[in-house]
């Protein structure tokens, strides 16, 4: 990853951008957008600037840049046609600390601008790092067309019940698995199709007839095939997506691992001929232990769980255990 994916809360902190054409000032409108209090250095400035000037939305110093515009930004954006000017820029704030962006040159930004799908509050950015920005443009519109204008709308509802339901439930486990249930059920619908009070009523019913006791583990037992991420079926993905611990052997690649739940905990088994890292039974009281903790737990085997692991008597303790269980091909 040559780029850390990271939010900047700028609100009402002061941003710099140098350069006074077309592309600063769709710049200028995206730091505005999130908050910032902008300045614009340059000689002159394009009509739509020009006109933000006047109705005092920016700051505009009507002179060629010089060291002295950076002290006090936060974040600086460098938007001209002049590559010695741009790269003075960015070696000034660079001396500073100060995050800095300049437009068309990945090798003099310390910060990147992804593409952006915008559902606020809901944000979803894709980058290249830089190697194209055409094939993440590309991507953006292919998403857009798959996420609805309503998220932004249901992530709003949600942040208004957020307290209620960590004050009905004890722990962050099952605080979780309440809104994935909601957010994949009946609730969500009733948002996306506009019904939105029959959404809240919905949501409102759901918190006061949960119960506050942990939810029931279950134990997922997914094949991760030869390795390759692209053969996964959508609904390992799914529970991969969903697992609190994921039990692994050796023969499940760093690709396939990289698709799980960032935040979940990984364990590894081992599993090589003639050498395991966990013995057979201690894997099988392992995933009965994390169970009965209420935790959704992904046994992910390389190949076939039942050809190339011991699946069989896995499933056969889990049964023995009262433990709730899927088998999934991956």
Not at 8 to 20: A, E, N, S
Not at 49 to 67: I, N, V
Not at 121 to 127: E, G, K, L, N
Not at 304 to 327: H, K, S
């Amino acid at each position: 990853m040559k780029f850390l994916p990271i939010f900047m809360d700028i609100q009402g902190q002061p941003c710099l951008v140098v350069g006074g054409g077309s592309i600063a000032s769709r710049k200028v409108f995206m730091l505005q957008r999130a908050g910032g209090a902008v300045t614009v250095v340059s000689p002159e400035l394009c009509d739509e600037l020009q006109a933000r000037a006047k109705k005092g939305d920016l700051t505009h110093l009507a002179e060629s840049f010089r060291p002295g515009h950076i002290d006090q930004q936060v974040v600086v954006i460098a938007a001209t046609d002049d590559e010695a000017v741009n790269r003075e820029v960015s070696e000034t704030a660079k001396r500073h600390g100060i995050p800095v962006n300049v437009v068309d040159a990945p090798d003099l930004c310390s910060f990147i601008v992804p593409s952006l799908i915008d559902r606020d509050p809901v944000q979803i950015a894709i980058s290249t790092g830089g190697a194209s920005p055409v094939l993440a443009r590309l991507l953006r519109a292919r998403l857009e067309t798959f996420i609805p204008a309503a998220y932004g709308r249901l992530a709003r509802m949600v942040e208004g019940y957020r307290d209620q339901v960590k004050r009905k439930f004890g722990s962050s486990n099952a605080i979780r698995q309440f809104w994935e249930k909601i957010l994949e059920g009946p609730v969500a619908d009733l948002l996306m199709a506009g019904k939105d009070k029959a959404a809240r009523e919905t949501l409102q019913k759901a918190i006061d007839v949960a119960s506050a006791a942990e939810p029931r583990g279950e134990v997922y037992l997914v094949g991760a095939g030869p390795g390759d991420p692209d053969l996964l079926t959508f609904r390992a993905l799914r529970l991969m997506q969903r697992a609190d611990v994921v039990v692994y052997d050796r023969l499940v690649s760093a690709g396939v691992l990289d698709l799980v739940r960032r935040d979940a905990e990984f364990i590894y088994a081992g599993k090589e001929r003639n050498r395991h890292t966990l013995k057979q039974e201690s894997i099988n009281a392992l995933l009965v232990r994390l169970a009965k903790e209420g935790k959704k737990v992904v046994r992910l085997k390389g190949g076939d769980p039942f050809i190339f692991g011991r699946g069989g008597e896995e499933i056969e303790t889990l049964m023995a255990e009262g433990i709730d269980f899927q088998v999934v091909p991956g």
